[in-house]
């Protein structure tokens, strides 16, 4: 495989009714959010990632978060049962996708929940937070699906946002990164990076050297460029207002089946 994919949604004319749970309500301007929608996907085919839509759910305001509806390990594809009822629908049209692209599939069943935001993947260890929509059923469904492959599957504490990957993601070097105040518990990483800002917690990584990140982490963003890494910046003020963020957007498949 010659190039890197990833799965993307496009939003729908709901957005704006789309859910929030850890803060305030703003209204959403869903002209500029589909914007931002196109120059999320440009950097991602800028960076040489090929991408798939699934069919859009103009029915699901929630939807563009792609991310959430499943966990991509190996060849093998573990559909998310989201925690909120409003999302639960988004999850077919997902499937049907990943699908077609060869992955075997494998489903988390009620009453399990799980969202895949709550899932960081990091060299075999996959932490799992365990807050608001992924129960300890679907956490034990994911481990039967990912042990088998390989995979450690960690549990996490999550009480202060709404997904794990809200609170801490992971650098191309495996150093886990946080805004401190919103992590439960640093200490289940033994290479946590308290970066300054928020947003800057969310990484997307491109390729080794290469990560994606929102345009409102300024000095998380040059803390990276000094530890050497290129970071490419991208404004998603629309989706964090749905407590959205860089990695939700997308479903990254690194190593296609063939
Ligand atoms: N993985 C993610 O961070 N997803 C963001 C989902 C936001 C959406 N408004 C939700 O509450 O489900």
């Known amino acids: 495989m010659d190039k890197k994919h990833a ?13 929030v749970t850890h803060i305030e309500r703003s209204p959403v301007d869903v002209e500029l ?8 996907v440009a950097a991602l085919h ?21 991310e959430d509806t499943m966990v991509v390990y190996g060849d093998t594809a573990v559909i998310a049962r989201p925690g909120a009822d ?12 990943v699908r077609e692209l060869g992955y075997r599939i494998a489903r988390i069943e009620a009453p399990g929940t799980l969202d ?8 075999g260890t996959v932490w799992v937070g365990r807050g608001g929509r992924t129960n300890d059923e679907g956490i034990a469904q994911l481990a039967a699906h990912l042990e088998p492959l390989g995979a450690r599957v960690v549990t996490v504490p999550l009480t202060k946002v709404l997904h794990l990957k809200s609170a801490v993601t992971a650098l191309p070097d495996g150093t886990v990164v946080g805004y401190e105040p919103l992590v439960d518990d640093p200490g289940v990483w033994e290479n ?26 300024p000095r998380t963003a040059e803390l990276y460029r000094e530890r050497g890494y290129r970071v490419i910046e991208v404004d998603i003020s629309e989706y964090e207002k749905l407590e959205g963020c860089v990695t939700c957007l997308s479903v990254r498949l690194r190593g296609m089946p063939d």
């Open 86 to 97: 409003e999302r639960k629908p988004e999850t077919p049209a997902a499937e049907a996708a």
């Open 116 to 123: 895949g935001g709550d899932v960081l993947k990091f060299g």
């Open 192 to 217: 946590f990076l308290a970066v300054p800002e928020e947003s800057g917690a969310h990484v997307v990584l491109l390729d080794g050297e290469t990560i994606l990140m929102a345009a409102d982490a």
């Open 33 to 40: 959010a589909k914007r931002q929608w196109e120059d999320y």
């Open 46 to 66: 800028d960076a040489g990632w090929q991408t798939h839509e699934v069919a859009p759910a103009d029915d699901c305001p929630d939807a563009v978060f792609v």
């Open 7 to 19: 799965l993307i949604r496009r939003p729908s004319p709901r957005l704006a009714d789309g859910l």
